[in-house]
């Protein structure tokens, strides 16, 4: 999708990545070695399928091992190349530094069209991948950890999974092979919906701040603010129910891939989602204008822009004309170098990818640490701390009633105060810290140094400034 004389997806993050070097204090020698690509391995296997043998390719590529294991999910799409997963790799190193998730980066996908086969065929072509990078240890507990990505989720991280089980029966940890596994088959609650609800926790994050709202040339807080959702996946999907249902703010577009959905009173997204599931396209949904040429619509006057479907698609060719104040990168790299100068001329904020979708690989950290140590979160204290709370109360209504002081406490509260923390409550808190962590180390030095215009370029120091102490501590 990006214009012809702009550098690739791989060269733009390089580009990224040299533009926040600059300002940075780096020996050349490490600075080159944290850029470079460790390694990128390509296979081509042939499944028999429909009577015939079909050769995929498919590429897992590790971007750094400064931390083992490396993560990064597995991508399921024709755009898939080897150009793409180093891209995508090099941003898993710089996100999982950012939000201090202990691992190096990497990437995988798999050059397919998923709707061209049905559920057994898949599954076939996702175990064989998946054979071939697991008896390359490209798939371990300990060394390298895929995930969901694009075109892939909790069914093919199963089979994955299952396959590490086949190949490793003796791994105690086969189930920390993989993240973004179904609750039942070793996942964690909270999971599917990660990636969204960091975008949401990362936009209430920017907006507890004032003076970062008003750079964005936008006041006040979420409620009423009009929102463009670009990509209606996973993604998009709950980043956009979240902050319509429970932040009051307004989705006055859904762009898809067959054309747009426009209604400046603000979209139910649900009712959106089951037409979608339903009729397979946003086309025809009662209530709200269709624009056939869906890409039009990233140019419609809003106060946020969620890109949340792939790269490029803001360019050289269409960040001019973009006309929101306010963009939150839900998807990785979907502005290019070029887009981004423009933008930023233009006084646009820009939350980075590398910050803004964190949330996914977040929540796969935690559930990797539930893998590793086999038991659920909140197993131990969710009744302890029960009955703790429920100490306190009585205590509480014991001293009321001795003095006749004659207190109530709300319903509500006591429901809430006697209420143990569970595994999804504890993944929110954890993904909730982390987001506004890693937003104020970010912001600490956007605001804090003069030569730092921008939040990707501050997001990038923090980021490679983890990564080259790593180095260093190993005598690098
Ligand atoms: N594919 C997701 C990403 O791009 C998640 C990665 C993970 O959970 O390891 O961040």
Redesign the pocket.
């Known amino acids: 999708m990006t214009v012809k004389d702009e550098p690739g997806f791989r060269d733009s993050v390089d580009l990224m990545f040299s533009r926040a070097v600059r300002l940075m204090d780096l020996s050349p020698g490490l600075e080159q070695k944290i850029r470079v690509c460790n390694s990128t391995y390509t296979v081509r296997f042939g499944v028999r399928l429909r009577g015939k043998i079909e050769t995929f390719t498919g590429y897992r590529s590790v971007h750094s091992e400064h931390m083992e294991p490396v993560?990064?999910?597995i991508r399921f799409a024709l755009s898939v190349s080897q150009d793409e997963v180093e891209a995508l790799a090099a941003l898993?190193t710089y996100?999982c530094a950012l939000v201090e998730t202990p691992f190096g980066g990497s990437k995988g996908g798999l050059c397919i069209n998923p709707r061209d086969w049905d559920e057994h065929e898949l599954e076939q072509i996702t175990r064989r991948f998946a054979y071939e990078l697991i008896k390359r240890d490209l798939i371990h507990p300990a060394q390298n950890v895929p995930?969901?990505?694009m075109g892939t989720g909790e069914r093919e991280m199963a089979w994955i999974a299952d396959q590490y089980a086949r190949m490793n029966t003796t791994d105690i940890n086969a189930k920390a092979c993989v993240?973004?596994k179904p609750p039942h088959a070793g996942g964690i609650q909270g999971r599917v919906e990660a990636t969204g609800r960091g975008v949401q926790f990362a936009l209430r994050e920017f907006f507890r701040h004032p003076d970062d709202v008003s750079r964005a040339r936008l006041a006040g807080g979420l409620e009423g603010k009009r929102i463009i959702v670009q990509g209606f996946g996973n993604v998009g999907y709950h980043a956009a129910k979240f902050l319509s249902e429970e932040d009051g703010a307004l989705i006055t577009a859904i762009i898809e891939h067959d054309g747009a959905l426009v209604d400046p009173r603000g979209l139910n997204v649900e009712e959106v989602k089951q037409w979608v599931l339903r009729q397979g396209g946003v086309k025809g949904f009662p209530g709200a204008t269709f624009v056939a040429e869906g890409s039009r619509v990233l140019e419609y006057e809003c106060d946020i822009l969620i890109p949340a479907a792939m790269e490029g698609v803001l360019h050289k060719g269409n960040a001019a004309a973009v006309k929101a104040p306010l963009i939150i990168e839900a998807a990785?790299g979907p502005t290019t170098f070029g887009a981004d100068e423009i933008l930023r001329q233009k006084g646009c904020v820009i939350i980075p990818d590398l910050y803004a979708?964190a949330g996914?690989?977040t929540v796969?950290y935690f559930e990797w640490v539930k893998n590793l140590s086999h038991i659920r979160f909140g197993r131990m204290q969710r009744r302890a701390e029960e009955a703790r709370s429920r100490l306190l109360v009585e205590e509480l209504e014991r001293l009321s009633a001795d003095k006749g002081l004659g207190w109530t406490m709300a319903r509500d509260f006591k429901d809430k105060f006697l209420t143990g923390s569970d595994e999804l409550a504890l993944v929110r808190s954890g993904l909730d810290d982390t987001m506004r962590t890693a937003y104020q180390s970010m912001r600490e030095i956007w605001r804090g140094r003069d030569e730092v215009e921008d939040l990707r370029t501050s997001a990038y120091i923090v980021a490679i400034d983890r990564v080259a102490k790593t180095y260093r501590s190993k005598g690098l």
């Open positions: 993560k990064g999910g898993m996100k995930a969901p990505d993240t973004g990785n979708n996914g690989v796969s």
